[in-house]
């Protein structure tokens, strides 16, 4: 027996709903895991924040130790902690700012004194 063009067309119409609503239903289980986890993203910033903190202390005890217990001029903190540091991302905080693609801090430097308005660094 031959099925009819109607029926094909309507088994591919339901399958087609039947998808729709499978991947609507998964988007409302993802928005609702999101506001879930949430908090939990915070407190890690928050933690990252903290050890980016400490790492910087370091570096400015570091520099102390090799300079006479002088703190670094406020124009040239970071190119003169760099050397300190292990990382670019420690100068950055989560919550405010990314590392840039060139790696180099000086540069991030550079670009944060020609933009005013935005805070580099914050104690979260």
């Known amino acids: ?12 119409i339901r ?11 998964i988007w409302i ?8 986890f949430a908090p939990l993203r915070i407190i890690g910033q928050s933690v990252t924040c903290q050890s980016n903190v400490f790492k910087l202390t370091r570096a400015f005890r570091l520099y102390e130790d090799d300079f006479d217990d002088r703190i670094p001029p406020s124009a040239e903190w970071m ?19 990314r590392p840039s693609k060139t790696g180099k801090a000086s540069d991030q430097a550079k670009k944060r004194r020609a933009i005013k308005g935005r805070q580099f660094y914050r104690v979260c």
């Open 15 to 25: 399958a087609s709903m039947i998808g729709l609503g499978a991947v609507v239903v």
């Open 29 to 36: 289980i993802g928005q609702i895991l999101a506001a879930m």
């Open 1 to 12: 027996m031959r099925q009819r063009e109607s029926a094909s067309n309507a088994w591919l």
């Open 79 to 97: 190119d003169r902690t760099f050397f300190y540091i292990d990382k670019e991302r420690y100068l950055h905080c989560p919550t405010v700012s």
